[in-house]
Structures are given as C-alpha cells and as structure tokens.
C-alpha cells in the first residue's frame, strides 16, 4: 500500500478515534452532572448501574425508603456507600432505614459515624436531638436544631421539630439562647404557617420574647402578631408587639410615623390609614426625626382617619399630640376616641397642653370591658393639619 494512502487511513481512524473518545467524555459528564443533582433533587433523571452511580443510588434510596420501607432501600444505600463511604448523608441515611426498620442499636452505630463526618446531614440531627430529649438536654437538642435550620432554613419537618423541643420545660429558654445569635432561620420561625396549632403560635410568641430587641425586627414580628390577633389572643400579641416595636416612652406604636408607609395595608398594631376616597393623607419629611402627617377631609362630615390598636389594663391614661404648623381653627376639627368601639359618639375634642408648643391632650379612663382598645383620630371636613409626636401614657 502507497505511503500516502497509509498515511490517510490513519488520520482517519486517529479521527474516528477522536470523535467516540469525546462523545465517551461527553456522556460521562452527562451522567456525572445529572448523579450530581440527582444527589439533591430525588425526582431528576440518573442512571443507575455505572460504577459512580452515587446520587443516583442515594435518590433511589431515599425514595425507596418513603414508599416501600427500609427493607428496599437499604441495598441501594449499601451501593451508595460503597462508591462513597465519606459522605455523611449517605450514612445517616442508612442510620434512618435502620431505626425505621426497628435496629435500634444499628441505627446509633450508623449515627456515630455520620456524626464524626461533619453533621451535614439532616437524619443525624434529627436523631441526635431526639436522643438528647429522651434524656431532658435541651440545650444540645437546641443545638442539633439550631444546625439543621441553619443549613436547611425551610427544612420540610421544621415545625414539628420545634413543637418537639416545646414539649421540654427548658426548651424554649435554650432555643431563644440559640436564637439571640441571630441565625439564618429567624425569619422563617418569626413567619409560621397559617395551619400552625395555636399553642404552638403562642410559643414562638414567648420565645421572641425571651429573646428580647435586637434580633427580631418591628416589621419581622407582624406576621406572628397578626396570627396572635386572629386566635383572640390579643394580650400574647401586644407582650410581643411592645417586646419589639414599642419605645420607652409611649404606650403607642411609631407616635411619629417614621416607619408609616401610606402605599401599605398594614396589620397588628400598627397605623391603620384611612382607605376612604374623600381622606388625603400624606407624609411629609424625609429624613428620621422630622416625618409627620399631613391629614385632609373632603367628606361631608366628620370621619376616622388614623387608628391604632392598643392593649390597656383598666386605669387612667392621657393621650398627646402635636399639630405644627397648623392653625387653632383646623387644631380644634381634630376630636380622639380610646373605647371598645369604634363610634364617633367616644369622640373627644383635644385641650391645648402645656407641655409642648401646640401640643393637645385628652385624658381617657379605661375599664376592662374589651381586651383591647381602638385608638382612633377623627377629622372635621376642609380643616387641614399636620399631626405628630402622639403619645400615650398611664396617668399614676
């Protein structure tokens, strides 16, 4: 055979050679990428069968071990450990099977060792907070939990896990001392799920409140709030509210409006705006310290324009407020009402007060017909004012 031709067969078959070793690469890039991801979503397309078959072994195992029970998983987590004995999910994995199929002992072996691999993996921390509750240490089942949320903050079993550690009479004081170091899950245990028990509400209630400032933010705390109104359990509710949203000074939530947002619905124990057409309220000042409202009626007659929810034991209190800039004539169309019922008839006209250059007040004394009290400014037609700096106070 001619050089040439020789030389030309076996560029071809170099070629040849060239294009099956780049597909071979290629699929196994494509059955590494999707085991990989089938490592985290259970439902994704893997193969099963090749020697590093890992998540997709795992997968299996996993969906194995929910539908049929562990006597089908367990061989595909044998697989699974077998092409990677290090990995702590696996491990503690066949730690799950295992305590579901009755092996107590196998399960703590099983454990152990996922333990000593980096707790990273859920099926551990949740058995070992469950065995540090079996034996009254609510500070380590409080860690465990602690772990498990930071990593998976919307972990699926999240709320039963944290009704578990209620159910210990330390376990919410450990869980607010884990809770203080501000973890990525405080927003999601601040946000329960509107199916949650009521005991469990009030709970997490109690527990931000152990917490105390700094680490649940007024508007964090909304939600459960809300929830704590919605039960009627209004007393729970204004604890957690003063916890986080009230100053030293007032009994009144944000008395200058400098968190009120006008293009907001709000809730709780917050401004609730007047949604009337024929009511114009707007926010004037930008920076902090200098916000205030400025209020107009354009309703035939007097109506609600600023209310706010308030929780009073039975006394005697006063109530004050600023209009700057606002003529004597338009300050006197403002009239207040603090009652159970929201009624123009509760209404009363502010006095001047000597306490602040126009500043008015109203006393008001409260029995314990309600649990909770509406504080309500009312506004006379075409009388624009400017409000600010309203605080309420026991009168002693």
């Given at each position: 055979m001619p050089i040439g031709n020789n030389s030309t067969w076996m560029s071809k078959l170099t070629g040849t050679f060239a294009v099956f070793a780049l597909a071979a690469l290629g699929g196994i890039v494509v059955l590494s990428g999707t085991d990989r991801i089938a490592s985290y979503a259970m439902r994704s397309p893997s193969l099963l069968g090749w020697p590093y078959d890992t998540g997709a072994s795992t997968s299996r195992a996993t969906q194995a071990l929910i539908g049929d029970g562990p006597a089908s998983a367990v061989p595909l987590i044998q697989r699974s450990i077998i092409t990677d004995p290090l990995d702590s999910r696996i491990v503690g994995l066949l730690g799950r099977a295992r305590l579901l199929a009755g092996d107590e002992a196998a399960a703590e072996t099983a454990f152990r060792v996922s333990g000593e691999l980096g707790w990273r993996d859920p099926n551990t921390q949740i058995y070992w907070m469950g065995e540090a509750l079996k034996v009254g240490d609510t500070k380590v089942a409080a860690e465990r939990l602690d772990a498990l949320l930071r990593q998976f903050p919307n972990f699926e079993a999240r709320d039963q896990l944290i009704a578990a550690l209620f159910q210990s009479p330390d376990g919410k004081t450990e869980l607010a001392k884990r809770l203080k170091l501000a973890p990525s899950w405080t927003e999601v245990f601040a946000n329960p799920s509107k199916d949650l028990p009521a005991e469990e509400v009030v709970g997490r209630g109690e527990v931000m409140r152990l917490v105390g400032r700094g680490v649940f933010e007024c508007a964090k705390s909304t939600r459960l709030v809300n929830s704590l109104i919605a039960l009627d359990l209004v007393r729970d509710a204004t604890a957690l509210w003063r916890t986080n949203c009230l100053g030293p000074t007032s009994l009144i939530y944000d008395g200058g409006f400098e968190s009120i947002d006008t293009t907001q619905t709000?809730?709780?124990?917050?401004?609730?705006?007047?949604?009337?057409?024929?009511?114009?309220?707007?926010?004037?000042?930008?920076?902090?310290?200098?916000?205030?409202?400025?209020?107009?009626?354009?309703?035939?007659?007097?109506?609600?324009?600023?209310?706010?929810?308030?929780?009073?034991?039975?006394?005697?209190?006063?109530?004050?407020?600023?209009?700057?800039?606002?003529?004597?004539?338009?300050?006197?169309?403002?009239?207040?009402?603090?009652?159970?019922?929201?009624?123009?008839?509760?209404?009363?006209?502010?006095?001047?007060?000597?306490?602040?250059?126009?500043?008015?007040?109203?006393?008001?004394?409260?029995?314990?017909?309600?649990?909770?009290?509406?504080?309500?400014?009312?506004?006379?037609?075409?009388?624009?004012?400017?409000?600010?700096?309203?605080?309420?106070?026991?009168?002693?």
């Open positions: 709000t809730g709780g124990f917050d401004w609730q705006l007047s949604n009337r057409g024929d009511v114009d309220i707007q926010v004037e000042g930008a920076t902090p310290g200098s916000r205030r409202l400025q209020v107009t009626v354009n309703a035939a007659n007097t109506v609600p324009v600023l209310s706010q929810l308030v929780v009073l034991s039975p006394g005697t209190y006063r109530l004050t407020w600023r209009n700057p800039d606002t003529e004597a004539s338009a300050a006197r169309a403002i009239s207040v009402s603090l009652s159970c019922k929201l009624g123009i008839s509760n209404a009363l006209p502010g006095a001047p007060d000597d306490m602040a250059k126009d500043s008015y007040g109203q006393n008001f004394k409260l029995d314990s017909a309600c649990s909770a009290q509406r504080l309500v400014f009312w506004l006379a037609p075409k009388a624009p004012v400017h409000l600010d700096d309203v605080i309420l106070r026991p009168i002693e």
